[in-house]
């Protein structure tokens, strides 16, 4: 497979990693228990709320690539390195560090979209997937810290 088409896979199951991500935050969210709910809830709608907007601009930059986005659950769960999780209660510790180390799935896969797009000089889907990364370093960075 040569590199265009490649990157555009690797985009596609990022958009696939981020919807079961956020239906993961949402499992969190809704069966989250524990004196830390107070102070984990309000955050996981802004996370859920980050990851909405990193859907939207992934996908439409594949559009702006004239490719299409994935756009269903049966593709997302082919495709993705995150695992689903069964819906039950949720302690503050369980819910980090689950997020915690999602996020480092997600780093990862970043950072093969990154070398992939350095290859074809694809500056725009580097900023906007280095924006991202950034992001997601600072998020391990305080969850890794919360848990220690």
Do not use: C
């Amino acid at each position: 497979m040569d590199n265009r088409k490649e990157l555009i896979l690797q985009m596609n199951k990022f958009i696939g990693d981020l919807h079961i991500f956020k239906t993961k935050l949402h499992n969190f969210h809704w069966n989250l228990v524990g004196e830390q709910f107070f102070v984990l809830h309000p955050m996981l709608d802004e996370i859920m709320a980050e990851v909405d907007l990193q859907i939207d601009s992934v996908a439409e930059r594949l559009l702006m690539k004239k490719e299409r986005p994935f756009a269903s659950l049966d593709v997302y769960l082919k495709h993705t390195i995150l695992q689903e999780l069964e819906s039950k209660a949720y302690n503050s510790r369980e819910a980090v560090s689950a997020i915690h180390e999602d996020f480092k799935l997600l780093l990862t896969e970043i950072n093969i979209i990154l070398k992939l797009g350095e290859t074809l000089d694809d500056q725009e889907t580097l900023a906007l997937i280095t924006d991202i990364g950034a992001l997601y370093q600072k998020h391990i960075w305080m969850f890794g810290a919360w848990l220690a």
